[in-house]
């Protein structure tokens, strides 16, 4: 221990131990030490990977991404046929996990939001009710959900043969264990002519927004917004399509010997997988809501009730705004995980990434490397795009400071 | 920065794995026991009973395998595995062979690299649907809901069937066995289609069994058989001579009641006295002790044996003999000779 000098005098050392006793050299070391420990740990699952794959004679390529993937899709957004290629088949699967995804995050905010309301209800009983609905659904693991969701949707409705007449919707839409068949549009000459009149609709409602605000701002008169906006987004297309001489058809689903025929289907894969990921990121984002509320001090509720302002009207202008400022962060990592838990849908068959690029097509080629690393590659661009835009929503809502 | 570096090399000589060994049949003996793939579950081919205990003709054939290595055929480590994680499960080393109602293809044996190492089963795709939907052919199931093992042959097959014939279907992609049974018994799908085997070994499972039929339609050739590590040929060869040592011995008509004489009192038949180690060295060549053959006989009786007991017409199963009687009876079974 030549660094305690027990002699009193200053510590002699030797040259590297001086070194290391320097606080600047020590950090350069350390730092140097971690990277090249981090490059060394890399480096070797880089080489014991490329080393495997040799000893296996497998080689490491894309290609097999351009080859034809011979097996069917039963749920595909874009055309896809047993003919078509492997990136063909990856790209269908994306769009499955992105569409429910998506789905998943519309449906769970809102239920969020209306559940994290309701929790701060002073009406006893609704609090209580939605309180052991969080709990309840939190507290099982998704999966569960997932699978009892999709049991009972198999096992509990009709089967499309012989269907009874509480599942048949005016023989328009039935709801079977095969899924809710429903009529589908087929679009023919002159039906852009509604799309156009639809976006214009939408184009005037938020102007009209902001005149209206406008006017307020200049004269404290308040104009019906909401119902503009929802007569002009009805009603612009519906004139459109009556115009152009009804140029929508609709095809409805028929009875054949084994299925419904035509239309549109949601398939109780879908519907499962949907419903349980909604309901369960719900609950979380419920409790994210009541914290937000919470969190907006008291003093904000008085003073807008002393200006007369409804309980609503509080909430809607004063409370949640602010609260979103608390809402949002926490909202972020909700979403990521509804992306992410979509990958259970291995569990009960629905075509995702995980189950055609990184399942079947895996297995069909022998490319799990490859494969995987699309898989992983998709998650992680879709996790940072969803962060970088709730990010960006985070940004415009925070506290202006003047 | 000398010894900085210094220590980083002695880092990555540390960390320098070797990867995939290449000496399975080395590291089986080391180990004492033989990781083999089944499936997660197919009545009379790879299932538990109520014991827990793995029963079933795959299960027999790991059996079968231990024997022969380690001397012993409950040194088996079970590994179940779906149709997609078969693979995998063999390539990264966490089994060391595949009994599995696999089906022997192109693709797998050159691309996927595996080593197929030959045929256990001779089977092909069928079709079930319940009887009240009075189908007498696939050919009628146009618009019908399909459940499919996922990963499968059966799923390629499938397309390309109903692609060539114009038939119009839904794929319900299924990944195990159980599920199918399951989701086919709720209606979720009017068909289930697997190879036949499967189809009657599922069927045998069902309540009421009469209420559903296999269409005649047989669409795929699916020879099924072990499989083992690309590239690693000592292991290879063990496993495909354990299961030519079964076909054999149903051949010469030993069998596992009279096997222990036959080594006890040696007869003037070469051949089964080179396959039962009583002459010759034909064991050590393989890496082997003297009987291992004797071994696998006594453990799980010849290929006819297991066929009987776990699949054959006396079982819930009820599967004919058919393409998988020996090549002397006008079946496909074969095995090169002891020699």
Same mark, same amino acid.
């Given at each position: 221990?030549?660094?305690?000098?027990?002699?009193?005098?200053?510590?002699?050392?030797?040259?590297?131990?001086?070194?290391?006793?320097?606080?600047?050299?020590?950090?350069?070391?350390?730092?140097?030490?971690?990277?090249?420990?981090?490059?060394?740990?890399?480096?070797?699952?880089?080489? $014991?990977?490329?080393?495997?794959?040799?000893?296996? *004679?497998?080689?490491?390529?894309?290609?097999?991404?351009?080859?034809?993937?011979?097996?069917?899709?039963?749920?595909?957004?874009?055309?896809?046929?047993?003919?078509?290629?492997?990136?063909?088949?990856?790209?269908?699967?994306?769009?499955?996990?992105?569409?429910?995804?998506?789905?998943?995050?519309?449906?769970?905010?809102?239920?969020?939001?209306?559940?994290?309301?309701?929790?701060?209800?002073?009406?006893?009983?609704?609090?209580?009710?939605?309180?052991?609905?969080?709990?309840?659904?939190?507290?099982?693991?998704?999966?569960?959900?997932?699978?009892?969701?999709?049991?009972?949707?198999?096992?509990?409705?009709?089967?499309?043969?012989?269907?009874?007449?509480?599942? $048949?919707? *005016?023989?328009?839409?039935?709801?079977?264990?095969?899924?809710?068949?429903?009529?589908?549009?087929?679009?023919?000459?002159?039906?852009?002519?509604?799309?156009?009149?639809?976006?214009?609709?939408? *184009?005037?409602?938020?102007?009209?927004?902001?005149?209206?605000?406008?006017?307020?701002?200049?004269?404290?008169?308040?104009?019906?917004?909401?119902?503009? @906006?929802?007569?002009?987004?009805?009603?612009?297309?519906?004139?459109?399509?009556?115009?152009?001489?009804?140029?929508?058809?609709?095809?409805?689903?028929?009875? @054949?010997?084994? $299925?419904?025929?035509?239309?549109?289907?949601?398939?109780?894969?879908?519907?499962?997988?949907?419903?349980?990921?909604?309901?369960?990121?719900?609950?979380?984002?419920?409790?994210?809501?009541?914290?937000?509320?919470?969190?907006?001090?008291? !003093?904000?509720?008085?003073?807008?009730?002393?200006?007369?302002?409804?309980?609503?009207?509080?909430?809607?202008?004063?409370?949640?705004?602010?609260?979103?400022?608390?809402?949002?962060?926490?909202?972020?990592?909700?979403?990521?995980?509804?992306?992410?838990?979509?990958?259970?849908?291995?569990?009960?068959?629905?075509?995702?990434?995980?189950?055609?690029? !990184?399942?079947?097509?895996?297995?069909?080629? !022998?490319?799990?490397?490859?494969?995987?690393?699309?898989?992983?590659?998709?998650?992680?661009?879709?996790?940072?795009?969803?962060?970088?835009?709730?990010?960006?929503?985070?940004?415009?809502?925070?506290?202006?400071?003047? | 920065?000398?010894?900085?570096?210094?220590?980083?090399?002695?880092?990555?000589?540390?960390?320098?794995?070797?990867?995939?060994?290449?000496?399975?049949?080395?590291?089986?003996?080391?180990?004492?026991?033989?990781?083999?793939?089944?499936?997660?579950?197919?009545?009379?081919?790879?299932?538990?009973?109520?014991? !827990?205990?793995?029963?079933?003709?795959?299960?027999?054939?790991?059996?079968?395998?231990?024997?022969?290595?380690?001397?012993?055929?409950?040194?088996?480590?079970?590994?179940?595995?779906?149709?997609?994680?078969?693979?995998?499960?063999?390539? @990264?080393?966490?089994?060391?062979?595949?009994?599995?109602?696999?089906?022997?293809?192109?693709?797998?044996?050159?691309?996927?690299?595996?080593?197929?190492?030959?045929?256990?089963?001779?089977?092909?795709?069928?079709?079930?649907?319940?009887?009240?939907?009075?189908?007498? @052919?696939?050919?009628?199931?146009?618009?019908?809901?399909?459940?499919?093992?996922?990963?499968?042959?059966?799923?390629? $097959?499938?397309?390309?069937?109903?692609?060539?014939?114009?038939?119009?279907?839904?794929?319900?992609?299924?990944?195990?066995?159980?599920?199918?049974?399951?989701?086919?018994?709720?209606?979720?799908?009017?068909?289930?289609?697997?190879?036949?085997?499967?189809?009657?070994?599922?069927?045998?499972?069902?309540?009421?069994?009469?209420?559903?039929?296999?269409?005649?339609?047989?669409?795929?050739?699916?020879?099924?058989?072990?499989?083992?590590?690309?590239?690693?040929?000592?292991?290879?060869?063990?496993?495909?001579?354990?299961?030519?040592?079964?076909?054999?011995?149903?051949?010469?008509?030993?069998?596992?009641?009279?096997?222990?004489?036959?080594?006890?009192?040696?007869?003037?038949?070469?051949?089964?006295?080179?396959?039962?180690?009583?002459?010759?060295?034909?064991?050590?060549?393989?890496?082997?002790?003297?009987?291992?053959?004797?071994?696998?006989?006594?453990?799980?009786?010849?290929?006819?044996?297991?066929?009987?007991?776990?699949?054959?017409?006396?079982?819930?199963?009820?599967?004919?003999?058919?393409?998988?009687?020996?090549?002397?009876?006008?079946?496909?079974?074969?095995?090169?000779?002891?020699?």
């Amino acid at each position: 221990m030549s660094s305690i000098d027990m002699a009193g005098g200053p510590p002699e050392r030797n040259p590297i131990a001086r070194l290391w006793y320097d606080k600047e050299t020590r950090s350069i070391i350390m730092q140097i030490l971690t990277i090249v420990l981090l490059l060394t740990f890399f480096g070797v699952i880089i080489n $014991n990977a490329v080393e495997n794959l040799r000893l296996l *004679g497998k080689t490491f390529s894309f290609s097999f991404l351009w080859t034809e993937a011979s097996y069917d899709i039963n749920q595909h957004l874009i055309e896809y046929t047993s003919t078509s290629t492997h990136l063909r088949a990856a790209t269908v699967g994306i769009l499955n996990t992105l569409l429910v995804a998506v789905c998943g995050i519309i449906l769970a905010t809102i239920l969020g939001f209306i559940m994290g309301v309701m929790r701060l209800s002073p009406n006893w009983l609704i609090n209580k009710l939605v309180y052991c609905v969080i709990e309840f659904v939190r507290n099982v693991p998704v999966l569960l959900h997932i699978l009892l969701v999709h049991g009972l949707v198999v096992h509990a409705l009709p089967q499309p043969r012989g269907l009874p007449d509480w599942a $048949n919707f *005016g023989d328009l839409a039935f709801l079977t264990n095969r899924g809710l068949f429903m009529p589908s549009p087929i679009f023919e000459g002159g039906s852009s002519a509604i799309l156009i009149a639809f976006i214009a609709a939408v *184009g005037f409602s938020w102007w009209f927004k902001r005149h209206a605000k406008k006017i307020q701002d200049d004269t404290g008169r308040v104009l019906p917004v909401f119902w503009v @906006s929802v007569g002009a987004i009805i009603g612009l297309p519906l004139v459109a399509y009556l115009v152009t001489g009804m140029p929508i058809g609709w095809e409805v689903p028929q009875q @054949s010997t084994f $299925n419904l025929r035509g239309g549109m289907v949601i398939r109780p894969e879908f519907m499962a997988l949907w419903l349980a990921l909604s309901v369960y990121t719900a609950c979380f984002i419920a409790e994210i809501v009541r914290a937000g509320i919470l969190a907006v001090s008291k !003093g904000q509720w008085e003073a807008s009730q002393a200006l007369g302002a409804s309980r609503g009207l509080t909430l809607k202008n004063v409370v949640i705004p602010q609260a979103l400022r608390v809402i949002v962060p926490p909202l972020t990592s909700q979403y990521l995980n509804i992306t992410k838990n979509s990958s259970l849908a291995i569990a009960i068959g629905y075509m995702d990434v995980v189950a055609t690029i !990184g399942g079947i097509s895996l297995m069909q080629t !022998g490319k799990e490397m490859e494969t995987m690393i699309i898989v992983l590659m998709f998650y992680l661009i879709v996790s940072l795009l969803i962060s970088a835009v709730m990010n960006w929503f985070n940004q415009r809502i925070k506290l202006v400071e003047r | 920065m000398k010894k900085l570096l210094l220590g980083a090399s002695a880092a990555i000589a540390m960390f320098a794995v070797t990867g995939a060994q290449a000496g399975t049949l080395d590291d089986v003996k080391a180990k004492g026991e033989v990781a083999c793939v089944v499936s997660t579950g197919v009545a009379g081919f790879a299932y538990t009973d109520a014991d !827990g205990n793995w029963k079933g003709f795959d299960a027999d054939f790991c059996r079968a395998t231990a024997a022969a290595v380690l001397g012993d055929p409950n040194k088996v480590k079970f590994v179940t595995s779906t149709g997609k994680t078969r693979f995998t499960i063999l390539n @990264s080393g966490e089994g060391d062979v595949l009994w599995r109602n696999t089906t022997w293809t192109y693709v797998r044996d050159v691309d996927v690299k595996l080593a197929f190492q030959g045929v256990n089963y001779y089977d092909g795709q069928g079709f079930m649907v319940p009887k009240k939907l009075g189908v007498s @052919s696939a050919k009628e199931l146009d618009g019908a809901s399909v459940c499919i093992q996922t990963g499968t042959t059966t799923e390629l $097959n499938l397309a390309d069937y109903f692609r060539s014939n114009g038939i119009k279907y839904e794929p319900v992609p299924i990944e195990t066995n159980d599920e199918a049974r399951t989701n086919y018994l709720a209606g979720r799908c009017d068909v289930y289609t697997t190879d036949a085997s499967g189809l009657a070994a599922t069927r045998s499972t069902f309540e009421a069994p009469g209420d559903h039929v296999l269409l005649p339609e047989i669409i795929s050739k699916e020879p099924l058989g072990p499989a083992t590590r690309h590239g690693d040929d000592n292991w290879s060869d063990v496993v495909r001579w354990v299961l030519n040592a079964t076909v054999t011995a149903e051949e010469l008509g030993v069998t596992q009641a009279n096997v222990d004489d036959m080594v006890k009192n040696p007869g003037k038949n070469s051949e089964i006295n080179r396959l039962l180690g009583t002459e010759g060295e034909l064991g050590a060549m393989l890496g082997l002790n003297k009987d291992w053959a004797h071994q696998v006989i006594k453990a799980v009786g010849n290929y006819g044996e297991i066929f009987e007991r776990n699949i054959g017409p006396k079982t819930p199963i009820g599967l004919e003999r058919g393409l998988n009687a020996l090549w002397s009876q006008g079946g496909l079974i074969y095995s090169p000779p002891f020699r």
